[in-house]
C-alpha cells in the first residue's frame, strides 16, 4: 500500500541551526501538506502546496519556514534558525485531491528537538 | 468558525468493554466532510474514516462504528470490545472554511488496560 515516508525520524539540532525535513509523498498525489503537533498538543497546520507554489500559510509558517519540491518526488520543510519553540512533530501529508472528497495520509512523522 | 471539540481528554477502559469517544464540530460550510484520525504511541497518524455531511447514515467497520448526527453537529466514535492495541489518541478533524487545510481536536487519549 501506497504510503508517506518521512526522514529522518527523530532530528537533534542546536538552536540557532538550519534543519531540513523530508518527506516523500504518494506518487500520484497532487497536494502536500506540513503540520505539527508540539508534544502533548493538538495537530496544527502549518502550510500547503500545489503546482510549485504555496497555495496556503498559517501563521506559525513566518520567514524562517520554507517548503520546496525539489526534484518531483521530494517535498521538504526547511527551517533556517531553529528556536527552541520549534521542538514538535512534524507531519507530512499528501492527497490526490484538493478537495475534501479525498483524505490525506499522513507519514509517520519527524520529531525535532532543538536544543 | 471551524472548530472541534473533543471534550474528553483521557478515557480509560478495561479489555473488551466499549467506548465511545465524542466529537463535536462548528462549520461555516453547508457540505463538508469529517475525519477521525489515530495516533499510536509510535506517533503516525493513522486515517480511519472520512463521512460526507450529506450521509448521515451509521458506519460500521469491524469493532469501529461512527454516528453522525448533523442535528447536533456531533460525529462520535465508538470501539466494541476494545483491546489494548486501541490504545492511542484519536482526533476528530473537519476542513477549514474554503480551504483543504484540516482543523484538528485536542484529541481524546483512550487507554485499554488488560
Known amino acids: 500500500e501506497p504510503e508517506v515516508t518521512q526522514t529522518p525520524s527523530h532530528q537533534v539540532t542546536q538552536m540557532g541551526q538550519e534543519v531540513i525535513l523530508r518527506c516523500v509523498p504518494i506518487s500520484n498525489h497532487l497536494y502536500f501538506y506540513w503540520y505539527r503537533q508540539i508534544l502533548g498538543q493538538k495537530v496544527e497546520f502549518l502550510v500547503s502546496?500545489?503546482?510549485?507554489?504555496?497555495?496556503?500559510k498559517s501563521e506559525i509558517f513566518d520567514d524562517q519556514f520554507s517548503v520546496e519540491r525539489p526534484d518531483g518526488s521530494n517535498f521538504t520543510l526547511k527551517i533556517r534558525s531553529t528556536k527552541l519553540e520549534d521542538s514538535a512533530m512534524y507531519f507530512c501529508?499528501?492527497?490526490?485531491?484538493?478537495?475534501?472528497?479525498?483524505?490525506?495520509?499522513f507519514g509517520q512523522g519527524t520529531r525535532l528537538t532543538v536544543v | 468558525a471551524q472548530k472541534v471539540t473533543q471534550a474528553q481528554t483521557e478515557i480509560s477502559v478495561v479489555e473488551k468493554e466499549d467506548v465511545t469517544l465524542d466529537c463535536v464540530y462548528e462549520t461555516r460550510d453547508t457540505t463538508y466532510y469529517l475525519f477521525w484520525y489515530k495516533q499510536p504511541p509510535s506517533g503516525e497518524l493513522v486515517f480511519l474514516i472520512r463521512?460526507?455531511?450529506?450521509?448521515?447514515q451509521n458506519e460500521i467497520s469491524g469493532r469501529y462504528s461512527w454516528n453522525f448526527q448533523k442535528s447536533t453537529s456531533s460525529f462520535n466514535f465508538t470501539i466494541t470490545a476494545s483491546q489494548v492495541v486501541d490504545s492511542a489518541v484519536y482526533f476528530c478533524a473537519l476542513p477549514s472554511y474554503n480551504t483543504d487545510k484540516l482543523i484538528f481536536g485536542t484529541g481524546t487519549r483512550l487507554q485499554v488496560f488488560p
Open positions: 502546496f500545489y503546482n510549485n507554489e504555496i497555495s496556503e
Open positions: 501529508a499528501s492527497r490526490f485531491e484538493g478537495a475534501m472528497n479525498t483524505e490525506a495520509f
Open positions: 463521512r460526507n455531511s450529506f450521509d448521515e
